[in-house]
């Protein structure tokens, strides 16, 4: 069924569905391909690497490291010919919560990219307000996996002084949890 579905999108996340849940290894790596083939058909780099999100997942649940190495490169290129720095905020910021759990050497390229496309100027010269929310919210997640003084270094980098409040309160409970010993949260 998840093969008859003629929307591309929906086909990726049908398909990652179907590929989380076998137990068959050789199905499951014929149906992550389908999954990312299909996201491929979508045309637009966010979407692209938005939807392909979906298979990057089951490869990091099954710890398929080598495959998620070469699929986070392939999407970080992909992205990276995307004009609109906010969109390619969004689609990073998809990757960089899919690729949390991956070991740094793989993760950490599309985190620092991810950093950059929010902080970057708009065409108009103005400052990417919606790319600086992106980065606000996932300040925990860069401190839990990229580590605390890189995440205060983000945060102070914010330019809009609401955002970089709320990015260092963030932060500091952060840090506050941690320090009575709560354990770490994996997600925002």
Known sequence: MARSIEDPWFRCQALSYCAQHTEDARARDVLVREAFDSASLLGEPNRIVN??????????????????????????????????????????????????????????????????????????GKRNRRGESYLAGMIRVIHTHAGQDWARELAARIAGPELRRQAEEALLKLEADESRGEPRPESM
């Not at 998809?94 to 950059?116: G, K, N, W, Y």
């Open 51 to 124: 939807v392909s999100c979906w298979p990057l997942s089951v490869l990091c649940n099954f710890g398929l490291w080598r495959e998620v190495a070469g699929h986070a490169r392939r999407l970080s290129a992909i992205i990276s010919t995307e004009p609109s720095p906010v969109r390619r905020a969004n689609a990073l910021e998809h990757l960089c919560m899919t690729l949390r759990t991956a070991p740094r050497d793989i993760s950490m390229p599309v985190f620092a990219q991810f950093a950059e496309a929010c902080l970057c100027r708009l065409s108009s």
